[in-house]
């Protein structure tokens, strides 16, 4: 009878860990795809631009807003002569 139980409780936390798993992965994944959003050029400005990224040749000099934060980052050259989006 013991024996029993303790292989039911087995099969029952083996079905139960997966389920638990997946379930995880799928709350999960909704929020990476709301966060993500297409790096582009719109007009004079860039959306979604990750800060401290290097910035394409299109964009130097001009402005762009951070993907998270919607912060404006600047396309600027730094002393080692790579463009990458500053702050302000």
Do not use: E, I
């Not at 995880?24 to 994944?29: E, R």
């Not at 790096?39 to 807003?65: D, E, F, K, L, M």
């Amino acid at each position: 009878m013991l024996r029993r139980l303790v292989v039911s409780v087995a099969l029952t936390a083996s079905v139960l860990v997966p389920t638990t798993a997946s379930a995880l992965v799928a709350a999960a994944t909704p929020a990476a795809a709301t966060a993500s959003c297409a790096y582009q050029r719109s007009g004079n400005h860039w959306n979604c631009v990750t800060p401290g990224a290097y910035c394409p040749a299109a964009a130097h000099g001009r402005y762009g807003y951070a993907k998270v934060t919607n912060r404006r980052y600047t396309c600027t050259r730094y002393p080692n002569g790579q463009w990458r989006w500053k702050r302000g």
